[in-house]
């Protein structure tokens, strides 16, 4: 059974689902780093994560600068993601076929969300943002 409420309408948002896809498909790769990177690892698995959280989160703050203060967040998030794709890509602890799944479904779900900020930006601008439980 699907429960829906006004609260739960980030799962609407495309945004999330590609944030969510990211985090499961990087997660069999992160889980099979040796134990003397697990930290790295676990790092690079908590940026993937907290991109779909930080979306969620502003969301459902209902104020828009608190929305998009969460997806800057999150964008910063979508970096430290990446630079970590990168160094393991150079330090040869993921294939350049790995790195290449990896980064698609990224920049694809970093693309999104610098498109939901700007739009929310234009929202915030000229005072079109509805934020009651209408």
Known sequence: MERKNVNRGFKKLRVWSDAIDLYVLCCPVLMNFPFEL????????????????????????????????????????SGE???SLISFLKAGQISEQTFEK??????????????????LQVKLKDGSWEDSFR
């Open 38 to 77: 697990k930290k790295t690892a676990g790092n690079c698995l908590d940026s993937a994560h907290s991109i779909s959280r930080n979306i969620a989160e502003g969301y459902c703050r209902r104020g828009i600068k608190e929305y998009l203060n969460f997806l800057n967040i999150a964008l910063a998030s």
């Open 102 to 119: 990896l980064d698609s479904l990224h920049f694809k779900t970093e693309n999104a969300l610098i498109n939901l900020i700007k739009s």
């Open 81 to 83: 993601f990446h630079s």
